[in-house]
């Protein structure tokens, strides 16, 4: 079984644990993929910060970060905020309008979560790995989202 067939479930049995806030359903999620996904060095949530246009910095699993606030539009996450795409960065490097967290970061991807239709914040993965990311790890970071905006609306 590939790796993410594998992680999916687990991921989305710890985001389906009534037992525990959405919070903490977010931090494992974030300490599950940081752990088991080699290419996956700091994974983290941002958030709308209320009806302000910025991102607000949610559970993270990964070394801490200055950027606990980001103006939509800076950065890959300020850009994903405004495009409501998926943002694939196979080389940091290469682009102009990026916030880098960490000097050892490689490469970036970003997925916005949607609830009814509505672009509500997004995941962020930093890696220390060039151009690690494929088709499959958007899928499945669809799918976590899909049912993270589903426990957000419970
Ligand atoms: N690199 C991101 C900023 C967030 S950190 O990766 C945690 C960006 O350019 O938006």
Known sequence: MSMFA???????QLLADHSKTVAERLQAVCD?????????DWVGFYFNNGDRPELKLGPY??????????????????????????????????????????????????????VQGKNIGQIDIDSNTPDP??????RFLETINAKVAEILED
């Open 133 to 138: 990311f494929t088709g499959e790890d958007e």
């Open 32 to 40: 599950l993929l940081q752990a088991e996904v080699p290419h996956y």
């Open 6 to 12: 594998s992680l999916r479930p687990r991921a989305l």
């Open 61 to 114: 699993a990964g070394a801490p970060t200055d950027h606990t606030l980001i103006p939509f539009g800076k950065g890959i996450c300020g850009q994903v905020a405004l495009s409501d795409r998926n943002f694939v960065v196979p080389d940091v490097k290469a682009q102009d309008n990026y916030i880098a967290c960490s000097l050892t970061v490689k490469a970036e991807i970003v997925v916005p979560i949607f």
